[in-house]
């Protein structure tokens, strides 16, 4: 299928990308994760999923967007490998079939998220297509088994994430954050990143460092200045000994006006956090112009997790 044959999509879904407000990490686990202690923020870039139905057995893919050459249209793309899953789940796999289609906006490799907003959109859209009735806790549990991110791309909004990140309560947030995404031209692989971690880190606690408590009470008070001053990232020092380039766009931001600047995730995006919308606009403007990164662009967050759109 083309992507252009997307306008006969029966079910549409829409699920956002995410920020590590805090990401702190411990050890490696007997299961090869590591423990995290970590405040998401969802934020309005978003992969948009389209599902049609398809002959039982038939799970189609095909991805549009900018960035759409370096996502996999076949099998191995989450969105697919998340359709299959719950087929499976739900009286097996030749039960069900589909034609999914995916919008990136999310830049792919980023560090936020974008294969998980793809896989748990998957789920969200085709339990909806195939009238599976599937609670939240069951959804995010099939999420847990695709990735460590995808139950809160279900979630969305903000929350506290321990164990791989996929234990989550949700945090009580206050307002609008207004974010500048710088978008390097690199890639970095989030198992490198967190390879590198280890390797600078040898000695690692298994627990990891707790995430700031004046973290979670300037969210509480939507005092986003607080929120600045809070944000702490432990993978940054691993993706800048891989890309020691980003540290002068870092540095670049927090120049232009930006209350603070974090690598997001296992990188390479760069979150910028302004004091207000028109701060913003005028950062996402200066950074454009510096030629650091291949794109620059805004986001707010929170916003809702992965839910049908009309
Ligand atoms: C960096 C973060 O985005 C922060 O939210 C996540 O920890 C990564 O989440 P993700 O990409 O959904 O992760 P997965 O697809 O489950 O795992 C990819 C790889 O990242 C590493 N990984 C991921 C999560 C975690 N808690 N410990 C890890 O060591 C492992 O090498 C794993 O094989
Ligand atoms: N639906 C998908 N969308 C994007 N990437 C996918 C998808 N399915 C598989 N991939 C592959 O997964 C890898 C990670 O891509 P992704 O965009 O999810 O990275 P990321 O945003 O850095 O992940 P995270 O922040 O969750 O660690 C890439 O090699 C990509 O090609």
Same mark, same amino acid.
């Given at each position: 299928m083309s992507a252009s044959e997307a306008i006969t999509d029966r079910v549409k879904v829409r699920a956002p990308g995410k920020v590590n407000l805090a990401l702190r990490v411990g050890g490696v686990r007997p299961d090869g994760y590591h423990s995290l202690a970590t405040v998401f923020q969802a934020l309005s870039l978003f992969d948009d999923l389209g599902a049609r139905p398809a002959p039982a057995g038939h799970y189609g893919i095909a991805v549009a967007g900018d960035q759409a050459h370096l996502v996999p249209a076949d099998g191995s793309n989450l969105a697919v490998r998340a359709a299959r899953l719950l087929a499976a789940r739900h009286g097996g796999e030749q039960q069900f079939g589909v034609e999914l289609v995916i919008r990136k906006t999310i830049p792919v490799? =980023? =560090?936020? #998220?974008g294969g998980s907003a793809n896989a748990a959109a998957a789920l969200v859209a085709c339990a909806a297509l195939w009238g599976i009735d599937i609670n939240p806790d069951e959804l995010r549990e099939l999420g847990a088994e695709l990735g460590a991110d995808v139950p809160f791309c279900l979630l969305g909004s903000t929350a506290l994430g321990h164990g791989r990140g996929d234990d989550l309560v949700p945090v009580l947030s206050r307002g609008g954050y207004h974010w500048v995404l710088a978008l390097p031209d690199v890639e970095l692989s989030t198992p490198a990143v967190f390879r590198r971690f280890d390797e600078l880190n $040898? +000695? #690692? +606690? $298994?627990t990891p460092p707790p995430v700031p408590p004046a973290l979670l009470e300037g969210l509480a008070s939507g005092d986003v200045r607080r929120v600045a001053d809070n944000l702490v990232n432990d993978l940054e020092p691993a993706a800048l000994s891989l890309h020691p380039h980003l540290g002068e766009l870092l540095d670049a931001g927090r120049e232009a006006g930006a209350l603070a600047g974090i690598v997001s995730g296992s990188g390479p995006t760069c979150a910028f956090l302004a004091p207000h919308e028109d701060a913003a606009v005028r950062l996402s403007g200066t950074l454009s112009g510096l =030629?650091?990164?291949?794109t620059v662009r805004r986001a707010s967050g929170p916003v809702p997790g992965a839910r049908q759109v009309a």
């Open positions: 490799t =980023g =560090g936020m #998220a $040898p +000695d #690692a +606690d $298994p =030629g650091l990164c291949r």
